[in-house]
């Protein structure tokens, strides 16, 4: 059974950085993509970034609204997926979630449980 | 950036009806489209991917068709646990993006 479960979520002050973690099981973490994507109190689904698999030498795409402030990493030997949130503003306010994409249908087949992030002072 | 219009973005519909969602994107994307469906505080769940290959597991009652620019979302028939916002994503090229979102509820 595919297990996505994010930590590291909490509140933080505008201008201050956080790092999420997704531990993966029930897959074979190193074959995938992975991805996340935020979804702000009451609104629909921002997709965030996304890290390749060590195939396609683990390159990275990002949206438009995070490029420059947030990393999406791996680590395939701890099958774990991070996300480094710096320079946070009150618009990063959301739920975070994880998810992994396969070749096979392009899309985000499955999905942690989400893990909230607000910022405030 | 392409941007994907969903429509309805809300609608009121009964038990048994046929449902029909639009989504719309601001240029071609061939069949890079996907569904998914989130009910409240929970994770949303993959439906349909290459916009009209329903994922294992998924009712049959889901169908989806389309290609290039517009794209549609069917429930043949609405039961109880379908009241849920759907969401499509263009998976043709970065930046990924979603639609708005249209949400499902009882009459």
């Known amino acids: 059974e595919v297990q996505l479960v994010e930590s590291g979520g909490g509140l933080v002050q505008p201008g201050g950085s956080l790092r999420l973690s997704c531990a993966a099981s029930?897959?074979?973490?190193?074959?995938?993509?992975m991805d996340w994507v935020r979804q702000a109190p009451g609104k629909g689904l921002e997709w965030v970034g996304r890290?390749?698999?060590?195939?396609?030498?683990?390159?990275?795409e990002y949206a438009p609204s995070v490029k420059g402030r947030f990393t999406v990493s791996r680590d395939d030997s701890k099958n774990s997926l991070y996300l480094q949130m710096n320079s946070l503003r009150t618009e990063d306010t959301a739920v975070y979630y994880c998810?992994?994409?396969?070749?096979?249908?392009?899309?985000?087949?499955?999905w942690g449980q989400g893990n909230p992030v607000t910022v405030s002072s | 950036d392409i941007q994907l219009t969903q429509s309805p973005s809300f609608l009121s519909a009964s038990v048994g009806d046929r449902v029909t969602i639009t989504c719309r994107a601001s240029?071609?994307?061939?069949?890079?489209l996907v569904w998914y469906q989130q009910k409240p505080g929970k994770a949303p769940k993959l439906l349909i991917y290459?916009?009209?290959t329903l994922q294992s597991g998924v009712p049959s009652r889901f169908s989806g068709s389309g290609s290039g620019t517009e794209f549609t979302l069917t429930i043949s028939s609405l039961q109880p646990e379908d009241f849920a916002t759907y969401y499509c994503?263009?998976?043709?090229?970065?930046?990924?993006?979603f639609g708005g979102g249209t949400k499902v509820e009882i009459k």
């Open positions: 890290t390749r698999n060590k195939a396609n030498s683990y390159t990275t």
């Open positions: 240029q071609g994307i061939r069949s890079s």
């Open positions: 994503q263009q998976v043709n090229s970065y930046p990924l993006t």
């Open positions: 290459t916009a009209s």
């Open positions: 998810a992994v994409t396969t070749v096979t249908t392009w899309a985000l087949d499955y």
């Open positions: 029930g897959f074979t973490f190193s074959d995938h993509y």
